[in-house]
């Protein structure tokens, strides 16, 4: 048996051979508030408490899997977004601080009573349309994903926040396939957008652990996707759409450009926390 302490001393040791130090601190600290339950004040108080040997089990197996560089949100289960919980595993991106930002942006350009009806292409964890859902509660949402997999953990992460969306499995990419779909007065995406290339320059515990579909794109059309959401907004012959997107910063002028070309006379880029092109609006008038 040992201690809190030691569990969160050995933790940090075996993950600082894959991680930096900071990285290793912060990973260790979660998973020591997961094994015991406690806040990290609580972990601090209870330093000299012994694991109970469900526990230590526990520990271990979570530290089996963090030193294979699985992320430690798919250790825990969950990872938090917009101040809730949700449940993610390897069908799902792990939600990130960027696609917040993404979620204020449409915040200020629209009103929390409107009766809005939304698109949101690519859904993954569902955490963009949970997200929306609890601010614009009068909104009808469509969320759709290639992923039956994915489906299933946002249906899930709806269900347990009371957030009536429609989830629907479609291939977006798929002309035909959109056929059926309402009008809509907002379109939001974090859809792929990584060339396929750049898979090699990437961290480990990215390219091993979170689903490529949701990831990469072929490196001969990196804005396949902002090309399928631009065309096909234009083509809809009712009033305005409002398209959020998130953005490859190496990308973002090119993106730009792309949606003006199709047509959008306002087309804007905006600067994530970290000053870097990631978010794009563009209105169909």
Request: charged residues 20%; proline residues 4%.
């Amino acid at each position: 048996m040992i201690t809190i302490k030691q569990a969160l001393h050995n933790s940090i040791a075996a993950l600082q051979k894959s991680y930096d130090d900071r990285e290793a601190r912060a990973i260790s600290q979660l998973l020591i508030e997961h094994i015991t339950q406690y806040t990290k004040l609580d972990v601090l108080m209870h330093a000299n408490e012994l694991l109970f040997e469900a526990q230590m089990q526990a520990y271990h197996a979570a530290l089996e899997r963090l030193q294979k560089l699985e992320p430690i949100q798919y250790v825990l289960g969950y990872a938090w977004f917009m101040n809730k919980k949700l449940a993610v595993n390897n069908a799902v991106l792990i939600p990130r601080p960027e696609t917040e930002e993404l979620i204020s942006l449409i915040k200020e350009h629209h009103a929390s009573d409107a009766p809005l009806s939304i698109l949101e292409i690519g859904t993954g964890s569902g955490c963009i349309a949970i997200a929306l859902k609890a601010h614009f509660k009068a909104a009808n949402i469509l969320a759709i994903d290639i992923s039956e997999a994915a489906l299933a953990v946002a249906k899930e992460n709806a269900k347990q926040h009371h957030c009536v969306i429609d989830f629907q499995l479609v291939d977006f990419l798929n002309l035909d396939e959109h056929i059926a779909f309402p009008k809509f007065d907002i379109i939001v995406s974090n859809p792929p957008y990584i060339p396929i290339q750049e898979k090699v320059t990437m961290e480990q515990h990215v390219i091993q652990h979170e689903p490529d579909n949701a990831l990469f794109v072929p490196n001969n059309t990196p804005l396949v996707f902002f090309q399928a959401i631009a065309h096909y907004a234009m083509q809809q012959n009712y009033g305005p759409i409002a398209i959020y997107c998130e953005l490859h910063q190496d990308f973002a002028l090119q993106t730009k450009a792309l949606f003006e070309n199709e047509g959008y006379t306002s087309v804007s880029i905006y600067k994530d926390v970290f000053e870097n092109w990631r978010m794009l609006k563009a209105i169909k008038k």
